[in-house]
């Protein structure tokens, strides 16, 4: 810990840049949005399926724009591009906030998402894992904790500024702290002259091909196991409700020991950086989900009430390495210069995992496949993908570093 302190404080400028960031992409993120559900089901005369599946639609549409937007970093600089997403973001808070009708929220939805989970954070982890590609995991463990924090912050900022307000001025409000947050962040990214990695090419010019990603067997081998903690987490959550009757816990011994999940968090973020720089994300990637595996397995086998801190807690470290063990591997599988092709890519595949375990999970209740059930595929299901994590090979050496 003493080392990480050492490198935060010597890399204070850059690090609260990407922290900042990771903070304000929280205008994007359902954790916030789903602040404002009730006055946006009574506003557009929505019920909770309609205002979802508004949602769902702006989510998918976003994460197959990341999937193209997110590589246009490569072709200017880290200042510029971060304008850009702001100007995106504020026009989504701006379109949330002036909608009108249905449609009009939907596509306030889809700015939203693209601009804030998807391009801010995609903005945030970029910059920073290539201005440490050595010490990728300790940097993006210290950004994170911007969101952590905002997630402590913003629910009750926003709560009372929309009560007072009313929930069309908030997001306006919104938008102004946005652009002062971000403001602020700017003055802590370094002014040095920066080049952009790439350049568009001139009019009849040949294109460069470059190898699919999806026939890189590395990255094959590696998706199934960094796509299972957001499926798995949301699902869970999501249906936190139904996991609760089930198992005879009351909700509000649950709510309480989510306070335990999001210090975990926390304290996740700062201890495993240096350790995934130390082990090498290759080498951490078949094991970061072990905490997930006893969390499953303690769902599977019993319903005693000390099960919940046991679950939310293995949960809060597995989700924690998880945020910013992919990007790590990412410099380390293909190099900083290709991160921008690699992140929006794998991002979008996140995004859509993440909706469709809801989804998913639901269907299988509908066909009376109890929670506890489902924490059993969920662990024969990390079991067998981190199995195959452990076949990835890396032809240049590991400490290309």
Not at 62 to 77: E, K, P, V
Not at 168 to 183: E, H, S, Y
């Amino acid at each position: 810990m003493r080392q990480l302190f050492r490198f935060m404080f010597q890399h204070g400028s850059h690090l609260l840049f990407g922290a900042i960031l990771m903070a304000m992409s929280s205008f994007g993120q359902t954790y916030f949005v789903s602040l404002y559900g009730q006055h946006l089901r009574q506003a557009f005369g929505l019920s909770d399926g309609g205002l979802g599946g508004l949602y769902a639609i702006g989510t998918v549409m976003s994460a197959i724009t990341l999937n193209w937007a997110g590589r246009l970093i490569d072709y200017t600089t880290t200042r510029r591009f971060t304008l850009i997403v702001t100007a995106l973001l504020v026009t989504a808070c701006l379109l949330v906030s002036g909608a009108q009708a249905a449609w009009m929220l939907c596509i306030g939805f889809y700015f939203l998402r693209l601009g804030g989970q998807g391009l801010m954070v995609h903005t945030a982890l970029t910059a920073t894992a290539r201005q440490f590609p050595l010490d990728a995991g300790k940097a993006l463990g210290a950004i994170a904790l911007g969101l952590s924090l905002a997630q402590a912050v913003f629910p009750v900022m926003a709560v009372q500024i929309s009560h007072v307000t009313g929930w069309r001025v908030a997001w306006l409000i919104n938008a102004g702290i946005l652009v002062a947050g971000v403001g602020v962040a700017m003055m802590f990214l370094p002014r040095g002259r920066e080049a952009p990695l790439r350049t568009f090419r001139k009019r009849g010019e040949k294109k460069v091909r470059e190898a699919s990603l999806w026939k890189n067997r590395n990255l094959l081998l590696a998706l199934p196991v960094v796509l299972a903690s957001p499926f798995i987490t949301t699902g869970f959550f999501f249906h936190q409700v139904r996991l609760a009757g089930e198992k005879g816990w009351s909700l509000s011994w649950m709510a309480a020991w989510f306070i335990a999940y999001a210090v975990t968090q926390a304290i996740s973020l700062l201890s495993f950086g240096p350790v995934i720089d130390r082990l090498t994300p290759r080498r951490l990637l078949p094991w970061f989900l072990m905490p997930q595996a006893a969390a499953m397995l303690a769902l599977w086998l019993s319903s005693s009430q000390w099960v919940t801190p046991f679950y939310l807690i293995m949960t809060g470290i597995s989700s924690a390495i998880a945020s910013t063990l992919a990007t790590a591997l990412w410099v380390q599988l293909f190099g900083p210069e290709q991160l921008a092709r690699v992140r929006p890519a794998v991002e979008a595949g996140t995004v859509i995992a993440s909706g469709a375990s809801p989804v998913i999970m639901g269907v299988l209740i509908d066909h009376h496949v109890p929670m506890r059930m489902q924490a059993l595929f969920c662990l024969i299901y990390i079991l067998g993908s981190s199995l195959l994590a452990t076949r990835i090979r890396i032809s240049l050496p590991e400490n290309r570093r």
